[in-house]
């Protein structure tokens, strides 16, 4: 069974660019979360889908950030305009809808840097 | 809100021998769900133990225990007979028992593990 992939696995833009991020989930996982680390801080959440509906984006920094999960299966995340503070590692991760363990499976991250 | 805190942002242990990661945490809830995830320098985190904040046993997976404290908010996690293979940075999470828009991991900074050999 395939897990999490995300891709690209670096992405360098320049300040004012835009920069999408794609998660893959595990198939059949409803439940899609994204997360990012800022260097040397704490994995922060920004949010959850069920299905292809936002179940908590209460973690998303700003307006400059959008995600969507049509039909339900792979999500993007998408950085408009980029600023340098969105410099850090995105992390996806996804999990059945129910669970008795509560684990989510996570993806390798997109290493983000903005210059 | 909940916060999770690992005040070891670096540890390091002779291989074969035991260490100890620290994690706090801070809730109001009684019920909730603590894990310990590894992310080895290859970048895809693993699950290493979970444990229920209902249950009063520490939970074990093979060489990985947990002191769980939940009087105190403290997890902390027991590797022992360290193999070189457990080097990685690790995550001390929190999960509410509650779903429906709470089911998010609120995670500490992680701690860095160095195996010598």
């Known amino acids: 069974e395939a897990g999490v992939t995300q891709f690209p696995s670096h992405s360098v833009i320049e300040k004012g660019q835009t920069v999408t991020l794609r998660c893959d989930p595990i198939?059949?996982?409803?439940?899609l979360y994204w997360y990012r680390r800022v260097m040397g801080k704490e994995i922060k959440f920004l949010l959850h889908f069920v299905k292809e509906s936002k179940q908590d984006e209460s973690g998303m920094p700003n307006n400059r950030f959008l995600a969507e999960r049509t039909g339900g299966t792979y999500s993007t995340l998408k950085v408009q305009p980029a600023e340098l503070e969105d410099s850090g590692v995105y992390f996806c991760?996804?999990?059945?809808?129910?669970?008795?363990?509560?684990?989510?499976?996570f993806g390798p991250g997109t290493r983000l840097t903005v210059t | 809100a909940q916060t999770v805190t690992q005040s070891q942002p670096e540890m390091s242990v002779q291989e074969a021998e035991t260490v100890t990661l620290s994690c706090t945490y801070d809730t109001s809830e009684s019920d909730y769900y603590l894990f310990w995830y590894k992310q080895p320098p290859s970048r895809q985190m693993i699950l290493v133990i979970r444990?229920?904040?209902?249950?009063?046993q520490n939970a074990t997976e093979n060489r990985f225990s947990v002191n769980f404290q939940k009087a105190a908010k403290s997890f902390s996690l027991k590797i022992s007979d360290s193999q070189l293979g457990d080097a990685a940075m690790y995550f001390c999470?929190?999960?509410?028992?509650?779903?429906?828009?709470?089911?998010?991991?609120?995670f500490g900074t992680g701690t860095r593990l160095t195996i010598i050999p």
């Open positions: 444990q229920e904040a209902y249950k009063q």
């Open positions: 991760a996804s999990s059945p809808r129910v669970s008795p363990t509560y684990e989510q499976y």
């Open positions: 999470a929190y999960r509410s028992a509650r779903n429906f828009g709470n089911e998010k991991l609120t």
């Open positions: 198939s059949g996982h409803d439940n």
